[in-house]
């Protein structure tokens, strides 16, 4: 069972327990974040792309923690026969969370019972 999320623009594959390193996000250590813009999730063999079911799944995750350890990237700036360099330096800040639980109950009431209509599960 997995999902691909979208966090901060960018696109997460994630499954339960798996440790995300993202771009700085402006909550505390160990505070609970609900990530619920999913784009697509599979469950063994059943793949649900309707935004209706999309919209009432979410993820839970805590932020384990806010560091700078991030790979450096250096800036050089450079005119030819001026003599002119500038070199600048930059680390980029980092969230990482880990993804605890999900919310499944809604996922049992749409499949329970449910037949396949255009590639999309519906609930009769």
Not at 2 to 22: P, S
Not at 35 to 50: A, H, T
Not at 51 to 63: A, E, T, Y
Request: include cysteine; aromatic fraction near 12%.
């Amino acid at each position: 069972m997995y999902a691909i999320i979208e966090l901060l623009g960018k696109q997460y594959k994630i499954f339960k327990n798996i440790i995300i390193k993202t771009e700085k996000i402006n909550i505390n250590k160990d505070s609970i974040i609900i990530i619920n813009k999913i784009l697509f999730f599979c469950c063994k063999n059943i793949i649900i792309l309707d935004k209706f079911i999309l919209n009432k799944i979410f993820f839970i995750g805590r932020v384990l923690k806010n560091s700078k350890k991030c790979k450096k990237i250096n800036i050089l700036k450079f005119n030819r026969r001026k003599g002119y360099k500038k070199k600048l330096g930059f680390k980029k800040k980092e969230s990482v969370i880990i993804i605890e639980d999900l919310n499944l109950k809604i996922l049992k009431y749409f499949l329970n019972g449910s037949k396949k209509i255009g590639g999309f599960y519906k609930k009769w």
